[in-house]
């Protein structure tokens, strides 16, 4: 994590907040801090989404490509998470700085999706044992604000549902396959996220818990955990993460808490998208020049 | 080109023999009998056998085999901070978690992969809450854990003998970490899975399928690990989770039986 | 205080020890460590060995692959040996790609392999010209306390004596191979280099089979592969100049010593199969 | 097909040696060294400057780096560096300069036999060149035992590879005791004994050289 | 190693000599040092001089997969080696920036001016292609590495010959030279590089720069141009702005500089060529000057092989007492050392000395232990929570163990380590 | 309990500031002017006799010198000004003390005021207690006492209203938009300390008594800030934090309007953009009336 | 001695009340008192208080602390201060060692202002010192100031080991030539050790 260094007092100060409820900036230890996102950002894209998320900003793109099918699972496309982190989020990122947190981010993710129900790689085949279309997802972090996993969760999410892949028509004689691409833009396939997690972060700060951390809250938690939450209300990964531990019991409190703020995020995640999915024509893009 | 030049090197690209082998269709992990495929009833661990002090220039190690699974870990220091780093009253553990080329059935390379590279963060996360940071200021204690052949549970034994390795160095800890496994199969848990038995995403793709994997301090009943991976409902979750710290309470004693071996073993030679 | 001149004054030390033919670890100068070796400890591995040489513990595990051989040689296979001194084994290793002695170990390893001519390589040929057995041997050093090479050379000759290949069959119409993990054979090693090392102490007292302390200490090193009555390498790199009869001494005992080293691997091997 | 390697018939006989010395510039001390088409270039510096890492406090630090003429240095090359360096390492006075150091390159220009020894050889040349204190000179010769059992001293590529076993050795220049032994190949006990002491025998010529060639050099200076 | 830095006095000198249209070595502003372009005893082997500064070139070829994108083309590879011979300052191992901007250069100037005929090095198109590697050595640094790389370079591309081959089906033969004749590669042109010195700010500019004029310049310009005038690159660096009429100057300057050297290469390759034709001596060794006093040649040696049987005794006579002790030593040694076999699949010589890791004992001692512990849980199965009382009678409490059947499980120890 | 998640494009974007004053803004290289009367100051360069700019700000002229005030810039510190700094290091009786400016400030072990009053010489002890006065992480307020010539500043607590900060919370504004005031410390009636460091450090915290002399302000107390105080400290901190993104001034009257105008609003809704411009808005008219 | 109960971390060992004291290898947790190390338990009568602690069969001070005696070699000298490389703790040999830095004004008590540090110490030399703190993040800071302290074992240039003739004095045996060190007031144990 982006640590910033925090004064003994400070930390009292967040940790007693914390435990009545009452966070630095007024929050309660469940709420979120105000979200924002844009999808379609950018159009070399097969799909992209930005969020913002008070400090923190990232950019998801998702390109699709056609490859091979892997030999363990030839019946199956692929998804690829690679998350970068760039120095001029913050300046530690700088050369190697930003690799660990890169890679554990994009792991997390990797496990997160790594299960049938979450995006179907079945309907990503498109000659068995041969050709499959494989998604990459590159998440960006433009700045560090706290809770980066929940975030580019949330942007991954909304970015693969944002996501069309070109329709491939694909004719087989006496042998060898046929590959054939539609030129019509908008006769292209959709992927169904409906399933998809949003990863849910729950820092332990003091004797109590709270969700989308600021960075000035994760100085001050020596214990999170993840979880990668669908929306029927399943975990798709959990994760500990950091130098502290659970009694058992504050653990399944913790899972109750996950699974609460988890579906609800999801849902208005949903909604969201499909709006804006739906008003896409008289929409007015925003992008970074406000 | 970037071959790796530190080594003597074969050809570019080689395949393992087993992806030639026509695909069998996976066997139910349990008979009707309710015995896995090594015979075992599902809530049944395999025998542990601990043994510590077996790298002789290491400040503390141990050896940790269960069945399939072998697991080596040694424990140097507490030693000077290596890299160059700013002043910390707090020592600092490190972690490195590898898997040797020949330790599973396809072959591993030699570079660090992902999976690797999280255990390692993983393995460091489970071991820290255990260890009285404070009693080495500005030092570290590097860990290092080599997985010489595995058959399931992989990082719940690192976990376990890793935190027995560090006794043995005499590593001032709040309390042993153990670890233990389990994999979801619907409503049945089979405990400290093989390798045939973990999760894998490509098989398995109903709900509540899914391995979860525990590490905690027994005697202060503190969870200092747990992850899980596949589709899980929280109810299950939430099983997996006290099966694994009930399992790793019966661990301890175990721990316990090696470590003092070593210890009287020490007194032995001094008297 | 006797710990006191160890640590301050180690050379001091080993000569006190050394004057009375004599080490510390109570050997004679001519005299190897215990040697144990364990075959076929590693059953995700086609073969695999582990040697003890007093503390220096060896893995060495055999993964075999398939791959397309050289357009030059098409009928012959690889054998790519490689020896990682991890930083496991010792204080003196950091983590990280392998340093200049585990890059000489691994070499030496090869020439170990391509002089003796142990193993045909032809006999690693699935199909002409495109499929050949890749044998990746990797030496794991899980505990380092001196005279690796040897270790590594007895783990090394053992896994291959232990290694046996799965049957490939060649569809010749879909000029496909597949393979039988049920079936396998034995692979064929055509003679048994051993290798036994000397350590030359203040420019003249010769050690067999040092220790890592005495490694350190040593100014200069020999070590000598030999195949039953013949010689198949000798390395002395540098190090302090041996007179012509003290090589022969050197010479004269790594002969004894591969006859009972190759015994060990013999009855191991019997207990194996019985 | 090479001509120039026309002298493979007669087995006795040391190949041609021709020597440049202080042909480069910016080293202190440099040589090229020919033996029969086979050729090394070295360059010497020292002693100087030691990087904090390898810097040892009663000795000077002997640093080695080998470059093969194309591709990559691998583990090979690395062995090799290892070889010269101590061999080298041997006969310097290491305690003269403590906390120093001594870089020699090694530029490999073109292998056609006995090339370990032209290393070495060429190697000492360069430090004579350099005038860094030694205990005293080195020489390395090279012989290989064709199928026919018998022995060639400094044996071409092609004599190398069709022969059963190529061993090399480096003498000190004070009672010919044997510094470095590189060999491969079978052989029995015999016939390392007799390579040995013809290699022994050869070495004087090339100590000749030496000589001769600071001889030279000094000559009209 | 620090490159040590030019005194103030010496660049004032050096800047105020240009100035004066001077130069220290006394050459005309336009003029090249010395050039001499030779080639080795094998194939792709050039050396080259400019003055001080020395370059060697080594081209060799091997059979590889072509790139997905081009499944028809060879690859030419150009790789810079700064060695640490060449001046203290260049460290071993990874390419400094320096070095990366001269294979850059290089690459521009040879790979992609297309100088040879990529199509050509095909065998058997998406499948296998010849690749062409040049390394470049730089061995003595006296300034103007770069002319230098590109002149070894190319000559030594020019001065190349790759082994023949046939296809036959999927059957490919690389023929060896002593079967067939190596055929060379088909250059299409020779571009070389010649660089500028710039000084106060553009105004003064010298031709093929020594190191120490190279390091008061203010920049340089590289121009890569071939005999046909073309320009295959062009490379400004350095802090100045330069006026237009200097560049066009340094091109018509390129132009003469090129032929020239050009000419030079195809003199040197032609001497190549009728040395080897009628096998006279060729390679390095002939450009050694016999009479300098750092050289010296001397005519093959004899070694005398008659006296050989007699010295071999005398060497080794002395050491027959010396055997024999070690010998009965060894057969002591080899009486102790009979193998034991402890386990299946382990055994060993030698007993004693130290080895913590004779673990089969171990093992047997551990099984009883679970065994005991488990007839103890049998009996007390119902305490799970472990308290130690500082009393010593509370080994029973302690020793908890695993899930009960176990046991049985005990027997297989094979492969334990 | 619902995520408030919004698009973007619904989401009111701020009203572009008037015009007006933006007339003598200045892009890098531009002429400011070719009268060579003038002196250059910062942010300006002279080229054949005409005076240059060489950041992006507004033209400042005092009589004869003419400089550019950057928009945006780091804090570079005056003598006298108060700032807000974190330290960063314990070193050799100095502390290292990060306060946004070019370079780390120090704050010398001789200009704090230890614990027995203001006249007493620093001995070794202290030397060896430094940590337990301030160690890496701690706030403080202090007064630039001097600027190095590399323009590094060094700072001193020598007034009991200086010091160590206690609990509380810290937020980070651009140092051009903090007023210069003759005090930078604020009681506000609301029971709220707010510190408004030149530097752009804004300290926010729950008003309290007195520091005692002899612990002279090191020892603090963990005790838990009741709800209500935590809950106006959040809220003026939401209210710097809402002027700040509107590009503001900060100071004590505009910090306490926004306060008040924001009063009808539960204080996570703050966070909200469109609550935010509201507020402000309101906030901007009161001050105008004001004709501040 | 009977079997000792050896205990492993984690395990409770008593309640923590007034007449119990947590001693080394211990800690406490909300009121009780546990073991944090594996050895054997050691139990200690005080008049009122019981002193409870675990002690390993070998000795665990295993990092430098402050006021601890160290056995250090010394790498390099400047006018300012010498860098040494620490290879023993007490009677601990380390296994890796830790960087010391003995400066200039800690070699002695008196005259501080006119120590010559190239006569206290030469690269080599074997020195006991004692912590006086943590020092930075590089190197712990070691000073010499008292009698038993400074170098107990130096080689001359003739490499032969030196013995002390005064507190700044060395004599090589061999050339019988002095050269200068601020040598430690010469401990029995280390005599012994030189002529053995």
Known sequence: MVDVQLSDAEKTYIIHGAQDNLREDGRGCEDYRHLEIETSVVSTTSGSAKIRLANTEILVGVKVELGETSPENPDKGRIEFFVDCSANATPEFEGRGGEDLANEISNMLARAYDCPSCLDMRKLCVVEGKKCWIVYVDVLLLECGGSLFDASSIAVKAALYNTSIPRLTVTHDEGHTELELSDDPYDVQRLDVYNSPCIVTLSKIGHSHVVDASQKEEACCLARLMLAVTDKGCVTAMKKEGSGSFDVSSIEDMLETGKKVGQSLNKSLMEVLVSEDRNMKKKYMTGYLR | MPTDTRRITGPESSVSPYSFCKIQEPQPLFNSQDLRKDGRKCDQVRPIFLKTGVVSKAQGSAYLEQDGTKVICAVYGPRAVIKKEEFSMKGQLRCDFKYTTFSCKYRRQYQQDNEEKDYSVQLLEALEPAVLLHKFPKAQVNIYVTVLQNDGSALAASITCSSVALCDAGIEMYDLVTGCSTRLAGDRLLLDPCKHEEYSSKEHSEVNNGSVTVGLMPSLNQISAVTSSGEIQFEHLKKAINKCSEICVQLYPVCQQSLSKSVKENIKENT | MAADVKTAQPLQYYRKFIEKDVRPDERTLEEFRPTVLNIGCVTTAEGSALVKLGNTTVMCGIKAEIASPKTEEPKKGYIVPNVELGPLCSILFRPGPPGDQAQRLSQFTNDVITHSCCINKEDLCIVPGKYVWVLYCDMVCLNYDGNISDACVLALLAALKNTSLPKVVWDEDTETIETDHNTTTQLNIICEPVSSTFSIFDNEVLLVDPTVEEESLSTGEVTIVTIDDKICMIRKPGGSPLTPQQLDLCINRSFIRSQEVIRLIQETLNSVDR | MKMSEQKSGSQNVLRLMVCEMAHLSRPDGSATTFQGDTCVMTSVYGPTEVRMA???????????????????????????????????????????????????????????????????????????????????TMAAVNCCIDNEENIIVDPTRKEEEQSQAVLTFAFDSKDKNIITVITKGKYSQQQFQKCLVLCRDASDSVFKFYRETMEKKLSKT | MRETPLSNCERDFIKTAIAEKKRIDGRQAYDYRHVRVSFGVERGCCMVNIGDTRVMAQVSCQVVEPKQARPADGTLYINVELSPMACPSFEPGRLSDFGVEINRLLERCLKESRCIDTESLCIVAGEKVWEIRVDVHVINHDGNLVDGCSIAAIAAIAHFRRPDITVSGDEITIHPASERDPVPLSVHHMPICVSFAFFEQGKYLLVDPTDKEEKVMDGRMIIGMNKHREICTLQITGQMLLLKDQVLRCS?????????????????????????????????????????????????????????????????????????????????????????????????IGLGGPSTWNVDDEMSELKEENKSNTTKTKQQKSDTNIVVSIDDSSEEETTEILVEPSIQKQKKKKGKV | MAVDIRLASTCVRLKPESIDELTNLVTPGDVITSDTGFMRGHGTFMEDGKHHASVAGVVQRVNKLICVKPLKTRYNGEVGDIVVGRIIEVGMKRWKVDTHSKLDSVLMLSSVNLPGGELRRRSEEDEKLMRYYLKEGDLISAEVQSVFNDGSLSLHTRSLKYGKLGQGSLYLVSPSLIKRRKTHFHNLPCGVTVILGNNGYVWVCPTEGEVSEQTGGYEQNFEPVVRADREVVARIGNCVQSLADHRMMLFDTSILYTYEASLKFPVKDMMKPEVKTEVIDLARQRLERDGT | MAAPSVCVPGQRLCGKDSNVQPGRGTYERNGFIYASLTGCLMTEKGEDMTLVEVVRSTETTLVPSVDCLVTARVTNVNPRFCKCNIIKVGSKPLTDSFRGMIRKEDVRSTEKDKVEMYKCFRPGDIVIARVISLGDAQSYLLTTAENELGVVLATSEEGVTMVPVSWCKMRCPKTLNDEFRKVAKVQPSFIEQCDT
């Open chain 5, 252 to 348: 018509n300057i390129a132009v003469v500089k090129v032929t020239e050297i050009t000419e030079l290469i195809h003199k040197a390759l032609e001497n190549d060529r009728e040395e080897r034709a009628k096998g006279g001596k060729y390679g390095f060794a002939e450009s050694v000057p016999k009479n300098k006093v750092t050289s010296n040649h001397k005519v093959s040696a004899p070694v005398d092989m008659e006296t050989v049987e007699d010295h071999v005794t005398s060497t080794f006579s002395q050491n027959d007492d010396v055997i024999e002790i070690d010998s009965d030593a060894a057969s002591t040694s080899e009486s102790d050392d009979s193998v034991v076999i402890m386990d299946k699949g382990s055994g060993a």
């Open chain 4, 54 to 136: 390898k810097e040892q406090i009663d000795r000077t630090t002997v640093e080695v780096v080998y470059k093969p003429k194309s591709g990559l240095p691998s583990c090979a090359e690395k062995s090799l560096e290892n070889i010269i360096c101590n061999t080298c390492e041997n006969i310097l006075l290491g305690n003269a300069h403590p906390r120093s150091a001594i870089n020699i390159t090694v530029q490999e220009v073109q292998d056609s036999g006995s090339f370990t020894a032209c290393c070495i050889n060429c190697c000492c040349l360069a430090l004579l060149d350099a005038g860094i204190g030694m205990k005293c």
